[in-house]
């Protein structure tokens, strides 16, 4: 059995739908309550591959929310994390992906240090971020959506935001490696971490992001941000594709100019219908067929037995990692959101 451990992407959106969630008696809590409030288990469901194959899953709502993070509840967010991770555990999932925040938290603050929780011991093999799925589908993403728009990626000058991040890192792999793009632009905070992401590609410019968004035909947004920023359209080039892999989205519906096309990064459709209710919870566009990619990950470990942590640590993802998965998504009928 897997397991996918999320939460919502705002106070006001978990008071939103807590009732929807079987808790109306959040509804009204601010964020001291959440902070305080313990995972859920919030919903079961089976999940058919196009093989035939059907496995069963569990959604933990661990009740993190981002805004534990940019009010500075530090301990509240790692708490949250461990113990959505100690009841997946508790309650038998052999994989459990970490969607979102989740792992971002998890590899920010090195909870790998923190094994005990309470009666439970972690058993990290049991768990993985989902990364590796996620970055493929947004990698596909790309050369599907540059193609719709006449961008030629061999010649085309590539903006990764986020770029020295799990995500970010792997997507700069994929574009230098399969595509050989022309201009490779490196944005991130952390300096000493662009250098060595462009010492290892050995091409790459380091640029600001007011430098970079004007010079790029394609924009991949992989940032870990809780808050979304908002880009002036019209300084970005024409056609110019946005593929927006946050959660929350970043960008989606804060870029609005002619020629600016954006795309839902790392979202996949199945090709079968899943009964499950937390797709809705999360404004999904056809909540029976589509799913972040992070979670479909774990679905694709348990069709194909791979119960490990095969995306865990960070800048660990290679390109033959990403084709396999890539592989294993395709087999079971997964596909990459690529309508713009």
Same mark, same amino acid.
Not at 110 to 114: A, R, S, V
């Given at each position: 059995m897997f397991g996918l451990i999320g939460h919502l992407t705002s106070l006001e959106h978990a008071q939103a739908v807590a009732e929807d969630l079987g808790?109306?008696?959040?509804?009204?809590?601010?964020?001291?309550?959440?902070?305080?409030?313990?995972?859920?288990?919030?919903?079961?469901?089976?999940?058919?591959?196009?093989?035939?194959q059907v496995i069963e899953g569990k959604y933990v709502e661990s009740c993190f929310l981002p805004e534990m993070l940019t009010q500075r509840r530090i301990k509240a967010a790692i708490r949250k994390i461990l113990n959505a991770m100690a009841l997946a555990q508790k309650v038998g999932l052999d994989i459990t992906a970490l969607?979102?925040?989740?792992?971002?938290?998890f590899e920010e603050f090195?909870? =790998? %240090?923190?094994n005990q929780v309470r009666n439970v011991e972690l058993d990290f093999q049991?768990?993985? /971020? #989902?990364?590796?799925?996620? &970055?493929?589908?947004?990698?596909?993403?790309?050369?599907?959506?540059? =193609? %719709?728009?006449g961008i030629d990626l061999s010649q085309a000058t590539v903006a990764v935001c986020?770029? /020295? #991040?799990?995500?970010?890192? &792997?997507?700069?792999?994929?574009?230098?490696?399969k595509h050989q793009v022309k201009e490779l632009l490196l944005i991130a905070r952390n300096r000493q971490r662009l250098e060595n992401l462009q010492e290892e590609l050995g091409r790459g410019?380091?640029?600001?992001?007011?430098?970079?968004?004007?010079?790029?035909?394609?924009?991949?947004?992989?940032?870990?941000?809780?808050?979304?920023?908002?880009?002036?359209?019209?300084?970005?080039?024409?056609?110019?594709?946005?593929?927006?892999?946050g959660y929350p989205k970043n960008l989606d519906t804060r870029v609005k100019a002619d020629g600016v096309h954006i795309l839902k990064g790392g979202i996949v459709e199945h090709s079968l219908d899943i009964t499950w209710e937390i797709m809705k919870i999360v404004d999904m566009d056809i909540p029976s067929r589509q799913m972040f990619a992070c979670f479909a990950e774990a679905i694709l470990l348990e069709f194909e037995g791979w119960r490990t942590n095969f995306s865990w640590g960070r800048n660990q993802i290679s390109v033959n990692k990403m084709e396999a998965i890539g592989e294993a998504s395709v087999k079971h009928g997964f596909c990459p959101l690529v309508a713009l």
């Open positions: 808790y109306p008696e959040y509804a009204n809590q601010g964020l001291d309550f959440w902070c305080s409030a313990p995972p859920q288990v919030v919903d079961n469901f089976q999940v058919k591959s196009v093989t035939g969607g979102g925040f989740s792992s971002i938290v090195n909870l =790998k %240090q923190n049991r768990f993985t /971020t #989902g990364n590796t799925h996620t &970055a493929y589908v947004i990698c596909r993403q790309v050369e599907a959506g540059a =193609k %719709q728009l986020g770029a /020295t #991040g799990d995500i970010g890192s &792997a997507v700069c792999r994929w574009l230098d490696s410019k380091i640029m600001d992001l007011e430098t970079a968004l004007p010079q790029a035909d394609v924009i991949v947004w992989v940032a870990s941000m809780p808050k979304g920023v908002e880009i002036a359209g019209e300084m970005l080039k024409k056609p110019c594709l946005i593929v927006d892999g």
